[in-house]
């Protein structure tokens, strides 16, 4: 028998002004132990999916089900208590400034358990040493490069051994190097910990090599999905130009604009 | 015709100000319900107090030296002014206590209030508004940890712990300040001085209400600068504004309240 997906989106929309809905009839449902990639343009309404999954927003129709449970309707506690098994790693890291590597990484163990403080070390240090920072430990944040900053947030995201780890644009502004640790790390920890990732990003060609399954937005809507493969071979024309990165397709260079004559005043002359 | 247009721009306008009314009340409302939400989620920040502790050094310690300078020099231009006033009417022994009444019942927490505003209350703004633009908040609210209860209440309960005790520090620091200009430089008696000071200044009705000024000032400074930090908009400029309406509020919450409490604790009170 298959195990129920660890994430349903069913029928969802979201939107601040109803005239102008951000999601429209979002359907996706995330099988456990998955790799998942949300990908498309920017502005397509990805990482408000992102959000959505997090419960940090609220469906303005349909459902959400996370980790079993509805977000709707989940009071203070309902909710925090299921993001304590949930992990984030966000866009640039979002550490905490005033805030030690070890101090980061053991934020989240000294807030929800009251663990003594060599088992609380060891924690720390084993879950830096997955991401390779244990000999960063002692240094602040503002000492670290990106891709270490992000390396990081990672491991403070897994301190907790999450159940789900949703990652927002974890490849933006890394070099190659820290981008191929990235990679390897969001495979190798999903694999070792059980656990199912959410990554949402436009890096398509990047992230096509480490998912399992992708979902490609456009518009507020999934237009697309499949196996990498299944994407890389991908018919639809919006797929196509997103993953070969053309410009011609149907998504044009020029921002609408009134026509180019008129905003050089060239008709009156 | 030229009437209605006339009409029409009169309903314009009362719109707009209709619309900055109930926004105002709106954001007033929303600051209840936040403090509200504040003090009921307290517990972590007076549990775990060291959090608090290290706040009570960010706004009360490092404010030291200007609030320590500032009440020196206040009290030395208090002393001078004082004795050119009051010798004229041969009243130059009472000097001590028009230096220590003043600052008491009035400068201490008025201008020590002030400089809190623009010393702690614009930092801890700028600070909680930076967070929020880096999404440190929501990175906390995503490990299942209340910002409000971790980031803000800690904030909250270290500035209204310091600002009291900043008062009485400027106040303190008057008075000597009034000493050495009164009694080391003009040559005013120092018996009068300190004697006359300790049989004109009432425990309840000077000091006590000097400090009861300085705690509400606390709470309001401090929950203008929390509010306005947590309410910011997450960008530089965002966040640049909200520090400047922390200073600006603040500093007028403080002259509007000292004029609704000195109403209430010194006329007529006195008498009874």
Known sequence: ?269 | MQLEQLREHARGRLERIGNVVTSQVWRLGFASRFLFYLVMHSGTALRRFGLTMKEIYFTGVLSLIIILVSGLFVGMVLALQGYETLQRFGASESLGVLVALSLVRELGPVVAGLLFASRAGSAITAEIGLMKATEQISAMEMMAVDPIARVVAPRFWGGVISMPLLAALFSAMGIFGGYLVGVQLIGVDAGAFWSQMQAAVDLRNDILNGVIKSVVFGVAVTWISVFEGYDAIPTAEGVSRATTRTVVTSSLAILALDFVLTALMFTGGNNQ
């Open chain 1, 1 to 269: 028998m298959q195990q129920s997906p660890i994430v349903e989106i069913r029928n969802v929309a979201f939107g601040y002004d109803p005239a102008r809905p951000v999601l429209r009839d979002v359907e996706l449902a995330i099988p456990r132990g998955s790799v998942v990639g949300i990908m498309g343009q920017s502005g397509c309404g990805k990482t408000t999916l992102l959000r959505i999954i997090a419960a940090q927003y609220l469906p303005t129709a349909g459902e959400a089900l996370v980790l079993g449970q509805a977000t709707v309707g989940l009071d203070r506690d309902g909710l925090y208590a299921m993001r304590r098994r949930m992990g984030m790693l966000f866009q640039f890291g979002a550490l905490f400034t005033d805030l030690s590597v070890f101090e980061n990484v053991a934020f989240p163990l000294r807030e929800h358990l009251d663990l003594p403080e060599e088992l609380l070390h060891d924690l720390v240090m084993l879950k830096l040493q997955a991401v390779g920072l244990r000999g960063a430990a002692q240094l602040m944040p503002t000492e670290l490069s990106g891709g270490m900053a992000r390396r990081v947030a990672l491991a403070r995201s897994i301190a907790l051994d999450p159940q789900l780890i949703l990652y927002d644009e974890p490849f933006t502004g890394l070099d190659p190097i820290s981008f191929g640790v990235i990679v390897r790390l969001i495979r190798e920890l999903n694999d070792s910990l059980g656990a199912t990732s959410i990554i949402v990003t436009h890096d398509v060609q990047e992230a096509l090599g480490v998912v399992d399954y992708v979902y490609f937005m456009a518009a507020g809507r999934v237009i697309a999905q499949g196996s990498p493969q299944e994407i890389r071979e991908s018919g639809e024309p919006f797929v196509r130009q997103f993953v070969n990165g053309s410009l011609q397709g149907p998504v044009p260079f020029h921002y609408p604009a009134p026509q180019y004559a008129d905003d050089l005043e060239l008709a009156s002359t």
